[in-house]
């Protein structure tokens, strides 16, 4: 089946400008994940959902960095007034509710975020 | 906070030696993911490991959870160049919430290989 998609691919923006990124995830997954993967470093958690609610939002790095999701399905990561400190790439993954505590994420090819 | 730390950062080896990584938490986990990134690619789920001593073999690839499920690591056998790639472990900050988990990664071992 298809997996997590997410759009666009790559997104260059002007510093101050603001950015909306789209995350697709997997049909029938009902949690969803941010990350942030800055050049060759590891990934930095910004924020999940349960359904369409965010139960921890401590890892958006600033009030600039907003997060939704509807439907339980489509999530958007929207960067108000972009800074050239957020160009990284952000990466969403999706895993799926079953009977036991533990879930593994399938991650999407991710957006790389370029501002210049 | 809860931490995971991974070693080495960086392998260089030459194709048909072993490589190993290692993950320690700085608090007992309920489980531990192993992630495998490809040079420009996005990370894929490996294996999880859940029980106390746990060890779990894919094909040369081996990988162990500790007995106070405080530490975990990755074994290749005869690396290939398929290999090659960014291995992460990763562990739940607690709490978990029932359908989700928030997962804490190490920072990665970047395996470079040389053929």
């Known amino acids: 089946g298809a997996g997590v998609s997410q759009s666009p691919s790559n997104k260059v923006t002007e510093k101050g400008k603001d950015v909306e990124l789209r995350c697709d995830p997997i049909?029938?997954?009902?949690?969803l994940y941010w990350y942030r993967q800055s050049l060759g470093q590891g990934l930095e958690f910004l924020i999940y959902?349960?359904?369409?609610?965010?139960?921890?939002k401590s890892g958006l790095p600033s009030d600039r960095f907003s997060a939704e999701r509807t439907g339980g399905s489509v999530s958007t990561l929207t960067i108000q007034r972009t800074q050239q400190e957020d160009s990284a790439v952000y990466l969403c993954?999706?895993?799926?509710?079953?009977?036991?505590?533990?879930?593994?994420?399938?991650f999407g090819p991710g957006t790389r975020l370029t501002v210049t | 906070g809860q931490q995971v730390m991974q070693i080495p950062q960086y392998q260089h080896v030459q194709e048909g030696e072993d490589f190993t990584t290692y993950c320690n938490s700085s608090?007992?986990?309920?489980?531990i993911q192993w992630y495998k990134q490809r040079p420009g690619g996005h990370p894929v789920f490996l294996i999880q490991?859940?029980?106390?001593?746990e060890v779990k073999k894919q094909k040369r690839l081996t990988f162990q959870f500790g007995e106070a499920k405080k530490n975990s690591s990755l074994h290749i056998t005869a690396t290939q160049t398929t290999d090659v790639g960014t291995y992460f472990c990763?562990?739940?900050?607690?709490?978990?919430?029932?359908?989700?988990?928030?997962?804490?990664f190490g920072q990665g071992t970047r395996l470079t290989i040389n053929p």
């Open positions: 049909s029938g997954h009902t949690a």
């Open positions: 959902f349960q359904g369409n609610s965010a139960p921890d």
């Open positions: 993954a999706s895993s799926r509710h079953v009977d036991r505590p533990y879930y593994e994420q399938y």
């Open positions: 490991l859940v029980k106390s001593g």
């Open positions: 990763a562990g739940p900050l607690q709490p978990i919430i029932q359908g989700a988990q928030k997962l804490v």
């Open positions: 608090t007992t986990l309920s489980n």
